[in-house]
């Protein structure tokens, strides 16, 4: 699968900040210690309907990280995945009476130009499930031959499931106790109830095919992929094991990430399938989250289309720290349109205060831990100093400039 155009990045003096990051299975900021190569996968979207200020936090929040990590001198191997085949994706295009493959197509290639437009660094590898089906095969052939995944015994649909206590340390990435992993995995499409599973927490890895449902071969019955699988498949064939940055939403910590390192450390017999996982918070709308099911989206597309500089917007959502969850209203838009006209005006000023300086300062903020709002603090002062007349370093507004857009995305 085409992933979408590559964005230039202005080189900036000196060397980026090595980067301290929350990780949820240890529950404590550490620091990231790629190689030369750092390396990253973030699941990306089910294409029934993109691109909402919740899809565009998530991902400008990995930006990020890839911005981070190129200043520091890292070559960054990025992969993320389109979950083309899916029951949301076939129930939309049911409700709506289209092809499933043509709605998905058509959200993809919005979801593209919502990333170009907000100015996120392509990943090196998009890969849709449908692509991935072989991988997935193989790894399920491996899973059932270790006994780590088994088959139901049902002579209609007889669907194959991980055994959810395959490896010692399940559990470890999300913290959860059973109770609450029973929930989430009920809410977050599990079968906790399907009969002929040895234990309500087992996963989905391979589903025959059903009447009306797209499907492919293999050893194991005509099917489509589990949710979870996808992913692990996908990750291990492009980056491998122990890469460095598992990422995603909140809502991505159990069931999907749970599993989807499991599946993995149960074939390849590693401890941890990721040196770092790493979620971003909820975007709500007036005081409720923000997802398809209760119809409250704001739309990158729809801003942009009513002309909203995509600037605007990434601002927006960067005047927040990226773990919390928040919500989009019509005074945070207009603050970061003013911050944007404001920062606008200073570079284009003849000289201002040292840059040299704050972007000393807008690295240490960013690499604790994604610190955003003091890193656009930092600028407002300089802005503020510039517009007032204060400083004499000619060189000081481009330095700004290419720092706002190397290390915040933002062009001014």
């Known amino acids: 699968m085409l992933s979408w155009s590559d964005v230039a990045v202005p080189s900036l003096p000196g060397t980026g900040l090595p980067l301290r990051l929350f990780d949820t299975a240890d529950r404590a900021v550490r620091p990231v210690s790629p190689g030369k190569v750092a390396t990253m996968y973030v699941c990306g979207i089910t294409p029934y309907d993109a691109t909402h200020m919740g899809h ?6 990995f930006d990020m990280i890839n911005r981070l990590w190129l200043d520091a001198g890292h070559e960054v191997h990025y992969v993320q995945n389109v979950t083309d085949v899916d029951d949301p994706l076939f129930e939309r295009a ?7 493959m043509d709605l998905g197509e058509s959200q993809v290639e919005l979801f593209r130009s919502d990333m170009i437009a907000l100015r996120v660094l392509p990943p090196r590898d998009y890969i849709g499930a449908i692509e991935s089906i072989d991988e997935v095969i193989a790894m399920v052939e491996k899973l059932l031959a270790s006994g780590a995944a088994y088959v139901v015994d049902d002579a209609d649909y007889p669907d194959v499931y991980f055994r959810h ?3 010692e340390q399940f559990g470890y990435e999300s913290g959860y106790d059973r109770a609450t992993m029973d929930q989430f995995f009920a809410e977050r499409g599990g079968d906790p109830d399907r009969v002929g599973k040895r234990d309500p927490l087992d996963a989905l890895l391979w589903r025959v095919e059903r009447e009306g449902e797209p499907s492919w071969p293999s050893p194991f019955g005509a099917g489509r992929p589990g949710w979870h699988i996808e992913c692990s498949a996908i990750a291990l064939n492009r980056i491998g094991s122990g890469f460095d940055v598992q990422g995603g939403g909140t809502d991505l910590i159990f069931p999907h ?3 989807s390192a499991a599946h993995a450390e149960a074939v390849t017999g590693d401890r941890r399938f990721a040196r770092h996982y790493v979620h971003a918070g909820m975007i709500g709308l007036d005081g409720v989250k923000m997802s398809k099911s209760l119809g409250n989206l704001v739309l990158v597309s729809k801003l942009t289309a009513d002309g909203v500089d995509p600037m605007a917007i990434r601002l927006a959502l960067l005047d927040g720290h990226y773990r919390q969850d928040r919500f989009w209203t019509d005074e945070l838009l207009a603050t970061a349109q003013a911050r944007l006209a404001t920062w606008r005006h200073a570079i284009a000023l003849t000289q201002g205060p040292d840059g040299a ?3 000393a300062r807008v690295r240490q903020h960013l690499s604790d ?9 930092a600028i407002d002062g300089w802005a503020a100093e510039a517009a007032a007349g204060r400083g004499s370093d000619a060189a ?3 330095l700004i400039s290419d720092a706002v857009d190397a290390l915040l995305g933002v062009r001014l």
Do not use: C, F, M
């Not at 049911?94 to 499933?100: H, L, P, S, T």
């Open 56 to 61: 565009a936090a998530t991902y400008l929040a």
């Open 396 to 398: 000081a507004p481009q």
């Open 357 to 359: 300086e704050v972007l």
């Open 257 to 259: 990430h749970e599993y």
């Open 369 to 377: 831990d994604l610190s955003t709002q003091k890193a656009l603090t």
């Open 165 to 167: 206590d395959a490896t």
């Open 94 to 100: 049911a409700r709506d009476g289209i092809n499933w």
